[in-house]
């Protein structure tokens, strides 16, 4: 597969500009209102540690529903397999992420898949730690060793904007610990799931977190295993059955790259054998996805042949 050029992105995303005004940026985070439609990025760090990027650079943002998968990384090197998975499903949910209608219909009532909502729920319940702030720390630390940089934290503001108003996440929290799925106390669950969700990093930083998931689960300078290679694996199918939300499949059809969305507007996509691709672009279609983020991962799978299918 052909290396990524930079002018390459930056002619991928001057094509996406136009797109720029259409869909909506999320505001039921009522902190996440305040990104500006403007900031459009994109980077590819290739597995030879070759990082190239477009658009706004130093743009940081918050990675949402990104965090799922490495929670998800973290839970399964905690508490193993067996464990994470008699706790959460492996199937697609096909509805929105935040839906409670399912939990109520499987028999047993457990999430159906770690990258909604009431999954994602379930696995942070499952991280090793005493406290949210330890359970956070742990997170941030693993993502340091990914990212190799150890000043990434989480937005404080955007954190406690989603604490305050996480009702369905409480919701959907207490329904499960009803039915003995997660324990503990919800304000606890809530506090470190918020954090997790307002961990921030700039578009860079995002690429690298997919490479090392490409590169399963390897460091890609020093070579040494962050993440063992078959949890690197399940990271990647997930993202791959569940990653970007009901549009999992029609993405996969698209552009046929494991990928995971977050409600910010960034995409981080790990493709094997190649590097880490994030796009970032607040607005949102109606799925839930960044409008041209998804437009640049198209022209980049298309052009390159990136599909992994
Ligand atoms: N899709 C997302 O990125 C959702 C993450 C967000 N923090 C939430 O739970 O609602």
């Not at 397999?81 to 109520?104: C, N, Q, T, W």
Request: charged share 20%.
């Amino acid at each position: 597969m052909k290396k990524v050029t930079e002018s390459m992105l930056h002619e991928w995303i001057q094509q996406a500009e136009p797109y720029k005004s259409l869909g909506t940026v999320a505001d039921y985070i009522p902190a996440l209102q305040k990104q500006k439609r403007e900031d459009i990025a994109v980077s590819v760090y290739h597995l030879d540690n070759d990082c190239v990027g477009a658009g706004n650079l130093e743009n940081t943002f918050t990675i949402q529903s990104i965090s799922k998968v490495l929670a998800l990384a973290l839970a399964l090197m905690d508490q193993g397999e067996d464990y994470v998975f008699a706790r959460v499903g492996m199937e697609p949910s096909g509805d929105p992420f935040h839906s409670i209608a399912k939990l109520e219909r499987t028999n047993p009532s457990k999430p159906l898949n770690p990258m909604i909502n009431a999954g994602a729920l379930a696995v942070t319940n499952m991280i090793m730690g005493s406290t949210p702030d330890e359970k956070v720390g742990r997170l941030l630390t693993l993502i340091h060793e990914m990212t190799n940089d150890q000043s990434i934290g989480y937005d404080e503001e955007v954190a406690h904007s989603e604490f305050e108003t996480a009702f369905l996440n409480r919701s959907l929290s207490y329904f499960m610990k009803q039915h003995g799925v997660i324990e503990g106390s919800i304000e606890e669950l809530l506090d470190a799931y918020t954090k997790q969700c307002a961990i921030e990093m700039n578009i860079k930083q995002l690429a690298r977190v997919g490479a090392v998931l490409a590169n399963e689960g390897r460091d890609l300078e020093s070579g040494r295993q962050i993440i063992p290679v078959q949890l690197a694996r399940i990271c990647k199918t997930f993202m791959v059955t569940c990653g970007m939300y009901d549009a999992s499949g029609s993405f996969a059809i698209r552009v046929g790259i494991p990928a995971k969305s977050g409600v910010s507007g960034a995409i981080v996509g790990a493709l094997k054998g190649y590097g880490g691709i994030a796009v970032f672009g607040p607005a949102l279609d109606e799925r839930g996805n960044s409008v041209v983020g998804m437009q640049v991962l198209e022209t980049m799978a298309s052009r390159l042949e990136l599909s992994i299918f």
